[in-house]
Structure formats: structure tokens, C-alpha cells
């Protein structure tokens, strides 16, 4: 059977032998500066822990797919910074700042393209479905990013446009990890569904924590300014939850503090103290904790269905946990 520390060493390995093309160094150097500035790595472990129920080894077969899941991340990432205006990634400068905004684009673009190179290598009898996943999810990551975007300019959305959004921009590549993993190591429909679903529920959990972690979390170990959410009016959890909750009297003051400027610094710090004060008033920090549980709760009981033996279900039961009680 495959253990936790075979998941770890693999996914060292991997990434440590990912190369790119060396010419242009323009093109490509953003890359090689996106994958080695690391990250958590939770689709591709994700695709090898669900690929570990079902096979006793690794091999080359799940290797490029597991890492193509990462590479497409980091393509959505180094766009999205630029999108976001964000300086700092995983507490280093994002690529558009390091370099511009055009190399970012083109840069991204390229990355885009290396992971299809990279999910192409997945076993030919199972490879049309490997690629059919791999779009549908591709272009589900952009319509939530798209969502994401649409959100910033409405005063307030209804909580399920926001999962809704969530589940497209993050959950859904979380859950074509698991789903992956399971295909190539030749589970039954059933049990690839299943974890499928298990996937997508921890994906919203997970992107909820990042909610909290960028209003609540410790710059130093978030690895990123915390309020970004809040100075560019994103619809975190929090915010979608406090305008649920507010009377007219707050709903007025979430409003105002939305139009505080953050022009400098000072404004900025202004801006997140204004409305982490209208949050506690409406405890909605607690209840994004609540909300959390439940979705991992929900996940684990899609885990359950599968049958597995007790070794087995702990894998998806410490990926779970490792994946929420995180700090960054």
C-alpha cells in the first residue's frame, strides 16, 4: 500500500525534476519562478492520494497528470494576480511585478499549454476522459473567475451565487483532482463520483478558510497582505454573510466602508479595521468556522460511501484535515 511519506516523496520528486523549455528565457523563466516558489500542492497530492486507493505504485502514468493539475493552477494564478493588482504571492513579488503585465499574459498562456502537454501523458485507454475532465474543468475555473469578477462591481450578492462561484473557481479543479487520480488508477464510476464530490465539498471549505485566513489570517504565514479581499471589494464569504445578516442602519455602513479609499497604505489599514469591526458586530467569523465544518463534513461522508478499508480512508481523512486546519 501507499503511504502518506510515498505521497511526499513523490510529489518532491516531481516537482523537483518539472522542467520547461529554456528559450525564450522571457517567456519561460516566469514559469520556472512560478513552480519554484512552491505553493501547497494540494491537487496534485490530492490526485495521487485517490490514485493511491486503488494502486500499490506509483508510476509515470498519474506522475505528468498530477503535475499538470499544478501547472494549470499556477497559470490561473499568475492571471488572477494580475486581474487582482496583487504584489505579493506566496510572500514573494507575483510575476506581473517581477516582470510586466505583457510577460505575465503571454507567460500564463504558455503555462496554460504545458499542462495539456502534461495531461496528454495519462494512459491511452483512459485518456479521452482524462482530457474531457481536464477542459470541462478548465473552462468552469474561468467562468468562476469571470463570476469573481462580475461580483466586484454589485453592492452585495445572494450566498448561493457565492458558492456558486466558489464551486467554479475553486472547488471544481480541487474535485478534478480526486476524480483524475481515481479514473487512471482504474476506479469504478461510482467510487471516481464519489470522490469527485468529495473533492468539490473540501474545495469549498478550503476557499472558504482562504476567505478567513485574508481577513484573519497572520501576514508573516498567509504568505500574502491580509485585507486584499476587502480593499478591492471581493465577495469573501464574510462580506456575502455580513450583508445577509445586516439591518439598513449596518447594511449602510458596509457600504461606506466599500467606498473608503486606499489609495495609501494608511487608507488601506483604514479600510480592512472598518469592516473587521461591522464583522465582529455580526459574528460572522465564527459562523465562516461553522461553515467550514460543515462542508467538510460533508466530504467526509462522501469518503465514507466508497467502502474503503480503515489504512485507506485515513489518507482522505489527514488530506482533509491537513487541507482546513491550515494557517496559510
Given at each position: 500500500?501507499?503511504?502518506?511519506?510515498?505521497?511526499?516523496?513523490?510529489?518532491?520528486?516531481?516537482?523537483?525534476?518539472?522542467?520547461?523549455?529554456?528559450?525564450?528565457?522571457?517567456?519561460?523563466?516566469?514559469?520556472?519562478?512560478?513552480?519554484?516558489?512552491?505553493?501547497?500542492?494540494?491537487?496534485?497530492?490530492?490526485?495521487?492520494?485517490?490514485?493511491?486507493?486503488?494502486?500499490?505504485?506509483?508510476?509515470?502514468?498519474?506522475?505528468?497528470?498530477?503535475?499538470?493539475?499544478?501547472?494549470?493552477?499556477?497559470?490561473?494564478?499568475?492571471?488572477?494576480?494580475?486581474?487582482?493588482?496583487?504584489?505579493?504571492?506566496?510572500?514573494?513579488?507575483?510575476?506581473?511585478?517581477?516582470?510586466?503585465?505583457?510577460?505575465?499574459?503571454?507567460?500564463?498562456?504558455?503555462?496554460?499549454?504545458?499542462?495539456?502537454?502534461?495531461?496528454?501523458?495519462?494512459?491511452?485507454?483512459?485518456?479521452?476522459?482524462?482530457?474531457?475532465?481536464?477542459?470541462?474543468?478548465?473552462?468552469?475555473?474561468?467562468?468562476?473567475?469571470?463570476?469573481?469578477?462580475?461580483?466586484?462591481?454589485?453592492?452585495?450578492?445572494?450566498?448561493?451565487?457565492?458558492?456558486?462561484?466558489?464551486?467554479?473557481?475553486?472547488?471544481?479543479?480541487?474535485?478534478?483532482?480526486?476524480?483524475?487520480?481515481?479514473?487512471?488508477?482504474?476506479?469504478?464510476?461510482?467510487?471516481?463520483?464519489?470522490?469527485?464530490?468529495?473533492?468539490?465539498?473540501?474545495?469549498?471549505?478550503?476557499?472558504?478558510?482562504?476567505?478567513?485566513?485574508?481577513?484573519?489570517?497572520?501576514?508573516?504565514?498567509?504568505?500574502?497582505?491580509?485585507?486584499?479581499?476587502?480593499?478591492?471589494?471581493?465577495?469573501?464569504?464574510?462580506?456575502?454573510?455580513?450583508?445577509?445578516?445586516?439591518?439598513?442602519?449596518?447594511?449602510?455602513?458596509?457600504?461606506?466602508?466599500?467606498?473608503?479609499?486606499?489609495?495609501?497604505?494608511?487608507?488601506?489599514?483604514?479600510?480592512?479595521?472598518?469592516?473587521?469591526?461591522?464583522?465582529?458586530?455580526?459574528?460572522?467569523?465564527?459562523?465562516?468556522?461553522?461553515?467550514?465544518?460543515?462542508?467538510?463534513?460533508?466530504?467526509?461522508e462522501y469518503a465514507a460511501q466508497i467502502g474503503l478499508a480503515p489504512e485507506k480512508s485515513a489518507l482522505l481523512e489527514n488530506y482533509a484535515k491537513k487541507l482546513i486546519g491550515r494557517s496559510k
Open positions: 500500500m501507499i503511504q502518506e511519506s510515498h505521497i511526499d516523496a513523490a510529489i518532491k520528486e516531481l516537482f523537483a525534476n518539472l522542467k520547461f523549455t529554456d528559450e525564450p528565457k522571457g517567456l519561460y523563466d516566469p514559469l520556472r519562478y512560478m513552480m519554484e516558489i512552491g505553493g501547497k500542492r494540494i491537487r496534485p497530492r490530492l490526485c495521487l492520494t485517490a490514485y493511491s486507493l486503488f494502486k500499490d505504485s506509483f508510476c509515470d502514468e498519474i506522475l505528468s497528470p498530477a503535475a499538470a493539475l499544478e501547472v494549470f493552477h499556477s497559470f490561473t494564478l499568475i492571471h488572477d494576480d494580475i486581474m487582482d493588482k496583487a504584489d505579493v504571492r506566496r510572500g514573494v513579488p507575483t510575476v506581473y511585478r517581477r516582470w510586466d503585465e505583457n510577460t505575465a499574459i503571454l507567460s500564463g498562456d504558455v503555462m496554460s499549454i504545458e499542462s495539456y502537454k502534461l495531461i496528454a501523458k495519462a494512459p491511452a485507454e483512459v485518456l479521452p476522459e482524462a482530457l474531457g475532465l481536464f477542459s470541462k474543468t478548465a473552462a468552469e475555473v474561468c467562468e468562476g473567475q469571470q463570476y469573481d469578477m462580475d461580483f466586484e462591481d454589485m453592492e452585495c450578492v445572494p450566498m448561493s451565487d457565492y458558492l456558486k462561484m466558489i464551486g467554479l473557481k475553486t472547488a471544481v479543479l480541487i474535485a478534478c483532482s480526486a476524480k483524475m487520480g481515481a479514473t487512471i488508477g482504474g476506479a469504478s464510476a461510482k467510487d471516481c463520483d464519489l470522490l469527485y464530490k468529495y473533492g468539490y465539498d473540501l474545495g469549498l471549505a478550503f476557499q472558504i478558510t482562504d476567505d478567513w485566513l485574508d481577513t484573519y489570517g497572520d501576514p508573516a504565514v498567509f504568505g500574502k497582505a491580509i485585507g486584499g479581499d476587502i480593499v478591492n471589494n471581493k465577495k469573501s464569504w464574510l462580506m456575502t454573510r455580513a450583508f445577509e445578516k445586516a439591518d439598513e442602519q449596518i447594511r449602510g455602513q458596509l457600504l461606506a466602508a466599500m467606498e473608503m479609499p486606499v489609495g495609501t497604505d494608511e487608507e488601506k489599514a483604514a479600510k480592512v479595521a472598518a469592516v473587521k469591526e461591522i464583522y465582529a458586530s455580526l459574528d460572522v467569523e465564527e459562523e465562516a468556522k461553522q461553515e467550514i465544518a460543515r462542508f467538510h463534513g460533508q466530504a467526509m
